[in-house]
């Protein structure tokens, strides 16, 4: 399987009860290289962006809104199969639904407010390592 990259964003539910460490030790224990990483508070406009492709969708507003709400951690993960590894440790977008021992199961709350973001696609995660990281800011150790 070839080595991908992914975007990781700790949402602002699990910063504010102080998961983002504990959240950045189990991507690291699982096998994934964290190649860039920050924490910054989204504007709206940034947020919007991000989420473009959900504008037509009745929850945008309450997202938007959750998401510029305090502080997230963005990150750039790398391993074999990144995207979907990502996927697999987050666990379902509702963490109700989410099997045990998965990031969204541990730290998440709700469908809205479920601690952390990940790109759906290969062609997604471009877009979206792109949106926040310039190339030089991305490490290729
Ligand atoms: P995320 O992976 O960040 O991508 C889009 C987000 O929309 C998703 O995670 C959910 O947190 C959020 N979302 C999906 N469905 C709902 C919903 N019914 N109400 C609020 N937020 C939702």
């Known amino acids: 399987m070839a ?11 699990a910063v504010e009860k102080h998961k ?28 919007e962006g991000f989420y473009e492709i959900h504008r037509q969708r009745p929850f945008f507003g309450e997202l938007v809104q959750f998401m510029t709400r305090s502080p997230v951690v963005v990150a750039v993960l790398e391993k074999e199969g990144a995207v979907g590894a990502w996927r697999d440790l987050m666990g379902a977008t509702d963490p109700a639904k989410a099997a045990p021992d998965t990031i969204r199961k ?23 390592i792109g949106y926040f990281f310039p190339g030089a800011e991305v490490s290729s150790l």
């Open 3 to 13: 080595v991908e990259r992914t975007l990781c964003i700790v949402k602002p539910d």
């Open 20 to 47: 983002a460490g504990a959240i950045l030790a189990r991507i690291e224990e699982s096998g994934f290289r964290v190649c860039a990483l920050r924490m910054t508070h989204l504007s709206r406009g940034v947020a």
């Open 106 to 128: 541990l730290f998440g709350s709700n469908v809205g407010e479920n601690a952390t973001h990940g790109s759906d696609s290969l062609d997604n995660a471009r877009r979206e």
